[in-house]
Nanobody, 127 residues
Framework: EVQLVESGGGLVQPGGSLRLSCAASGFRFDSYAMSWVRRAPGKRLEWVSAINSGGGSTNYADSVKGRFTISRDNAKNTLYLQLNNLKPEDTAVYYC????????????????????WGQGTQITVSS
């Protein structure tokens, strides 16, 4: 059974940092490029970042480039997102998502391009 479980969200002040984790199980994690996506209150789903299956190639949305870092530890079946210099507009529920096909990097926000999602973890950036 495929399962993705996000953790690490919380309340943080502007300029602060958080580190999100996504624990994966039930599939060959190291065969899949993975993505982080987010949904802010009243907004559409936004693609945030992606990383290839081996971890050597990354992509970021313009809104987070230079502030967020995606990484993975395939030995631990875990995906990470380091969020630095957080801004109020980063407030959202963050999801770990698996693309439908292995070894394919997805950089668009449409829900149809992913077949499994985590439950999400809330990040609130506020003073």
């Amino acid at each position: 059974e495929v399962q993705l479980v996000e953790s690490g969200g919380g309340l943080v002040q502007p300029g602060g940092s958080l580190r999100l984790s996504c624990a994966a199980s039930g599939f060959r994690f190291d065969s899949y490029a993975m993505s982080w996506v987010r949904r802010a209150p009243g907004k559409r789903l936004e693609w945030v970042s992606a990383i290839n299956s081996g971890g050597g190639s990354t992509n970021y949305a313009d809104s987070v480039k230079g502030r967020f870092t995606i990484s993975r530890d395939n030995a631990k079946n875990t995906l990470y997102l380091q969020l630095n210099n957080l801004k109020p507009e980063d407030t959202a529920v963050y999801y770990c998502a698996r693309p439908r096909e292995p070894h394919v990097i997805v950089i668009i926000p449409g829900a149809d391009v992913f077949d499994y999602w985590g439950q999400g973890t809330q990040i609130t950036v506020s003073s």
